[in-house]
């Protein structure tokens, strides 16, 4: 299996918690970027958070920056998506991908399909009023 498995999604109502993980079986995991994406029926695919397998530095987009943590455990070989306060504007479909390239001498790219190339399943996420 070349691609990420996510998974973790659900239904909750507004201001509850989920949390995802995306987990790399046979995907080189090492010294790569891993982003968040997620897309809702008839809006654009937003990627909106980002991290370094090897770096703890994540970046966060302002639509979820202080609600949403990701983090890693390079052990398990897997990247989480803590999501907190969600809210019904946070409902969309989630995915979890990965940089082909080694990322280990320069910073995580700006969050786009062409640099995450290897994406997860989806997972859905929905959160009602």
């Known amino acids: 299996q070349v691609n990420p498995a996510v998974s973790g999604g659900g239904s909750v109502q507004a201001g509850g918690t989920l949390k995802l993980s995306c987990v790399f079986g046979g995907f080189t995991y090492s010294n790569r970027c891993v982003g968040w994406f997620r897309q809702a029926p008839g809006k654009e695919r937003e990627g909106f958070a980002s991290i370094s397998t090897e770096r703890d530095s994540p970046t966060y987009a302002n639509s979820v920056k202080g609600r949403f943590t990701v983090s890693t455990d390079n052990a398990e070989k897997t990247v989480y998506l803590e999501m907190n306060n969600l809210q019904p504007e946070d409902t969309a479909m989630y995915y979890c991908?990965?940089?082909?390239?080694?990322?280990?001498?320069?910073?995580?790219?700006?969050?786009?399909?062409?640099?995450?190339?290897?994406r997860s399943q989806g997972t859905q996420v929905t959160v009602s009023s």
């Open positions: 991908q990965a940089t082909p390239k080694d990322y280990s001498e320069s910073p995580c790219p700006f969050l786009s399909d062409d640099d995450y190339h290897y």
